[in-house]
């Protein structure tokens, strides 16, 4: 014979159905969505740490201005590292659709090193044949089988690749951003490489370590060894790149990494929200069913068999709720999630990883919430007795509800205000629930328009028009016969046979040459004008690493070595011996003024303490300042030494000497890459949240409207019409929802500012909490609309209301 216990079930799973849905689809849905995040991204995360085992991928590659001798290369190999030619030459690659200036970088098809991944295709096997990167072809709509044309030649498109040191198309390490639109890496035969006219050909080499488990610091000088090899041979290093400095390796998995940590925070969030809507859920569970447990526990229904019977439901739905989330997020939204990296980034080809850790944070936990929660709720209220139950005297009743409100005001609000007054704490429940909701709301937002305000800022934080950051000290005003002096070294430096020059002009090179001071810097072999060169002005950069405050991660940090009484940085004033620090480096790495801070070199290990006296530029200013003769003496440099111009003025510059040029317009260029990789996942993110802050304000507003199911009874029975019951009761929660939308922005500007700098603990730089007015309004207007559809239920719920329950004894 079936328990009686066991035959309540359907009936409670039926009369509570909207509160089990709402329970159902709160877990499914939060679960889906981080689930499939984060599954996709671990997934990634696998692949590219896995990938320089499967693909065999340099630990760093150098080039050279001629084809390096056999000696060259056997004197850098006896230092405990095999290298391998990797030349190529970039050329303007043209085809249906393609923007102006489109290159292609062409490497001979590659062996066993640096290893090219094939999404669609096959290597080119004939002279006419070509492989592209499979970002670029998405882009540019290319597949197999299309016509391409490269340096003046037709060839066919065989492949659809991913070259394994290419995961982000950078054309160049310094560039600040990639460019998979008009860039590409290209394989072709051997033959059609020789073929191709490859007049600026790269002789680029990639090394490979006999210890690769070598540390940075290590690793650095091993590298200095390198070049002081090929320079002792008489080879000229024009690049040389390590692995954990080569943008087309790191950026994209640095990028997953980072955006992780967001979904990370909203799944704390969503954690929080969820313990509170199970804590909210559990008491008006018991307040619904006092009179039956009362009942069955003055049957003689031990309070056990009561508690195991009341968490069958919510642990049964929870159950389905996370086995239904994960079959969601592993099936229909990994694949989704993962295009939103694989549609920017050429990874190889993607294979989802089971990850525990996911599973504990998305779906244990939650679940382990629900039961505990509902468990210590029902333990909690199981000490009432059974009259207690049966009177419903379990809560604590608030003399509140029994003040006289004034005589003058009309019935229906006084009747209102009865309602808010009885209602209070549920109504103080629905005010922190909306502001949990919101909060959800808001983050997903205000991520955008705060990227573009950071793009602002950083603009804004650019000294000058032109930043040139240089390889070398190169000076820019020197006299015509120094410049001529230059030009002739440079030319025999750069000839490969001098044998080719003409007797007297090489008689003449040597003559120009030997006037160059061999202590002196380099001067520049291009000509400015007199007043681009008064308004120039010299400084030096170099970049450290010191803790930041939340996290086990270094921040990297610019240190400037400038002028005092700076033309550009005007309001950083240093002085010998006073430096300055950012604001955004003082507010996330924990400076304090005065105290000595500690920074270290991540290439060598050289550590340095340096005191600040004073705090300059806005929270995203991430530089510390000196004077440039504070600056050469920390760094132990010589009296002349420099590294940059600024310069409002386009300076002319030897190509050889500059290492990179920073410009206000190619900072916004960064910020309008964060919004294009960032624009998915934040919408993905609202399209999460929206659903989400619906099913939480149905839950809410549901239990409030279940509480006050006699009192409508009794409206009904004295002749007040469904409207207008649903006027005195849904205008009243209406208000409050309204209210609460409103009031509590100032908390979740707090709550978002500490979430924000949680968030930026993975990413270099600091971002300002800054929320535009509109997303304010927005926010409201969302919430408004979302409790309007929730209203709507409402009311068909109160029309349902029967007239019998008034007319059922309370006792």
């Known amino acids: 014979m079936a328990s009686p216990l066991k035959k309540r079930l359907p009936r409670e799973l039926k009369n509570n159905l909207g509160k089990y849905l709402g329970m159902f689809l709160l877990l499914t849905l939060a679960i889906a969505f981080t689930s499939g995040f984060l599954v996709a991204a671990s997934s990634i995360e696998l692949i590219g740490a896995n990938m320089r085992a499967d693909y065999n991928i340099e630990d760093g590659h150098f080039a050279t201005t001629f084809k390096a001798h056999d000696r060259s290369l056997k004197a850098v190999e006896e230092l405990g590292c095999t290298v391998v030619e990797q030349f190529y030459y970039d050329s303007p690659l043209a085809f249906d ?146 692995r954990e400095s080569n943008q087309a390796m790191v950026y994209a998995l640095d990028d997953v990494s980072g955006d992780q940590m967001m979904w990370q925070i909203l799944l704390g969030i969503l954690i929080v929200i969820m313990a509170f809507v199970f804590v909210v859920l559990t008491d008006a569970t018991i307040e619904s069913e006092s009179a039956v447990i009362g009942t069955l526990l003055a049957s003689g229904w031990r309070t056990g068999e009561l508690i195991r019977h009341y968490m069958t439901l919510p642990t049964v739905v929870g159950l389905a709720g996370a086995v239904l989330g994960n079959v969601i997020g592993y099936t229909l939204l990994v694949l989704p999630m993962q295009g939103l990296y694989y549609n920017s980034y050429s990874f190889p080809p993607y294979h989802t990883t089971f990850n525990p850790g996911v599973l504990v944070s998305t779906t244990i936990i939650p679940l382990v919430l629900l039961v505990a929660i509902t468990f210590i709720g029902l333990v909690r209220r199981m000490h009432a007795t059974p009259l207690q139950f049966l009177r419903r005297e379990i809560t604590h009743r608030s003399k509140r509800s029994s003040m006289p409100l004034p005589e003058r005001l009309r019935f229906v609000t006084r009747f209102r205000l009865r309602v808010f007054v009885r209602n209070a704490s549920h109504f103080a429940t629905l005010f922190f629930g909306i502001m949990f909701g919101s909060l959800l709301l808001l983050f997903g937002l205000a991520m955008m328009p705060l990227m573009e305000h950071f793009a602002q800022e950083s603009a804004k934080g650019v000294p000058a028009e032109h930043l040139y950051v240089l390889k070398a000290p190169i000076e820019i005003d020197v006299t015509d016969s120094q410049r001529e002096a230059y030009a002739a070294a440079e030319e025999l430096m750069l000839t490969e046979d001098v044998a080719r020059i003409a007797p007297e002009h090489l008689v003449t090179l040597y003559v120009e040459s030997a006037t160059i001071k061999a202590n002196d810097n380099a001067a520049n072999t291009e000509e400015n004008s007199p007043e681009a060169i008064a308004q120039a002005e010299k400084f030096a950069t170099a970049t450290l690493e010191t803790p930041r405050r939340f996290g086990d991660e270094s921040e990297s940090v610019t ?70 003769d504070d600056f050469n003496a920390l760094f132990d440099k010589d009296a002349d030494y420099f590294s940059g111009y600024a310069s409002d003025m386009p300076l002319a510059l030897n190509s050889r000497y500059v290492a990179t040029e920073i410009t206000p317009e190619q900072m916004l260029a960064v910020a309008e890459q964060m919004q294009d990789s960032m624009g998915a996942m934040a919408q993905s993110l609202l399209y999460a949240v929206i659903p989400l802050f619906l099913i939480l304000i149905y839950l809410l507003t549901k239990t409030v409207i279940d509480r006050s199911a006699r009192a409508i009874s009794y409206m009904k029975v004295f002749g007040y019409h469904d409207r207008e019951i649903s006027k005195l009761y849904i205008r009243s929660i209406t208000v409050t929802v309204l209210v609460s939308l409103i009031a509590c922005l100032p908390i979740l500007v707090t709550v978002i500012d500490l979430l924000v700098k949680i968030m930026m603990s993975r990413y270099s730089g600091n971002l300002e909490i800054w929320i535009a007015p509109q997303t304010y309004a927005i926010e409201v207007l969302i919430g408004a609309a979302t409790y309007a559809a929730v209203a709507f239920l409402h009311m068909r719920r109160i029309r349902r209301v029967p007239l019998a329950l008034a007319m059922k004894v309370q006792e």
């Not at 390490?173 to 590409?184: E, K």
């Not at 430096?579 to 920074?599: M, N, S």
């Not at 991540?602 to 300042?625: C, L, P, Q, R």
Request: glycine content about 8%; charged content about 20%; proline content about 2%.
């Open 97 to 242: 659709g393609a923007a102006d200036g489109t290159q292609a970088r062409v490497f001979p098809n590659r062996g066993n090193c640096n290893q090219a991944v094939y999404a669609q295709g096959r290597a080119p096997e004939a002279d006419g044949e070509i492989a592209l990167d499979r970002v670029f072809c998405r882009n540019n709509n290319l597949n197999v089988g299309d016509t391409v044309n490269l340096a003046g030649r037709d060839m066919t498109l065989v492949g659809i690749m991913t070259l394994s040191d290419y995961s982000s198309l950078f054309q160049n390490n310094s560039s600040f951003i990639f460019n998979a639109l008009s860039f590409t890496t290209a394989q072709v035969t051997q033959e059609a490489y020789d073929m191709i006219d490859q007049g600026s050909a790269i002789y680029s080499y990639a090394f490979f370590l006999n210890d690769r488990s070598m540390s940075l610091p290590d690793r650095t000088a091993f590298e200095e060894d390198m070049v002081k090899a090929l320079t002792d041979k008489g080879e000229i290093v024009t690049d040389f790149v390590d």
């Open 559 to 628: 240190v400037y070595g400038i002028q005092p009484d700076s033309r550009y940085w005007t309001d950083v004033d240093v002085a010998p011996g006073k430096a300055c620090v950012g604001l955004g480096v003082q507010q996330k790495c924990g400076i304090e003024l005065g105290k000595a801070h500690a920074f270290t070199d991540k290439y060598t290990g050289d550590a340095y303490d340096i005191s600040f006296d004073e705090t300059v530029g806005n929270t995203t200013t991430m530089s510390v300042y000196m004077t440039l």
